[in-house]
């Protein structure tokens, strides 16, 4: 089956640092998502990326799609301690399959 | 407005007893889920419902018997849980299942304490 890898498990930065999550999927995908949990919160849509080579900016936040719809990552710049979270990936295949396959997620902290 | 809402926030219940978990969004939204997630890991897909039927079924036990009473509302009923069934049960809401309709929007989940 479908099955997306998210690296790192865990980073911990210094504020002001910049901090990147990357994911991976066994398969093409059709769109990905990304997902932001605080402690004890519950996930929070972020964004979706749709198209191949497809780059978004929220901010702080530039979230990227391969050219061959497998891979995506989000990078913060200067982080905060506001972004402390899980941010987890979410990959959707095509077709009739309405499975969002989540990877593990990365943990980030942020020492002020 | 990209709201679910979800009760009870909290909720503990013994292996004998039953309970229900309630969601309930106003977006207009046709398609809606049950998830389970354990700390430190990523929500499990449970049900998929589209258009108040339901469409997936992720081969979950029969203690766990899903209701969607209409397009607004999404009930999970629970009977007979396992301590190893304590999790946190989010629910989500898409505007469909097909293409750029399937963004998800969760709730807060419900943190459920089965002793």
Redo the contacts between chains.
Sequence with gaps: GQQVMQIPQYQHVQEGEDFTTYCNSSTTLSNIQWYKQRPGGHPVFLIQLVKSGEVKKQKRLTFQFGEAKKNSSLHITATQTTDVGTYFCAGLSGGSNYKLTFGKGTLLTVNP | D?EVTQTPKHLVMGMTNKKSLKCEQHMGHR?MYWYKQKA????E?MF?Y?YEKL??N?SVPSRFSPECPNSSLLNLHLHALQPEDSA?Y?CASSQG?A??R????????TRLLVL
Excluded: C, H, W
């Excluded at chain 2, 430190?40 to 929500?43: A, E, F, L, V």
């Design positions: 990209t398609a430190k890991k990523p929500p897909l998929v589209s469409s997936i992720e946190l989010l299942l293409g750029g399937r963004t998800q929007y969760f709730g807060p989940g």
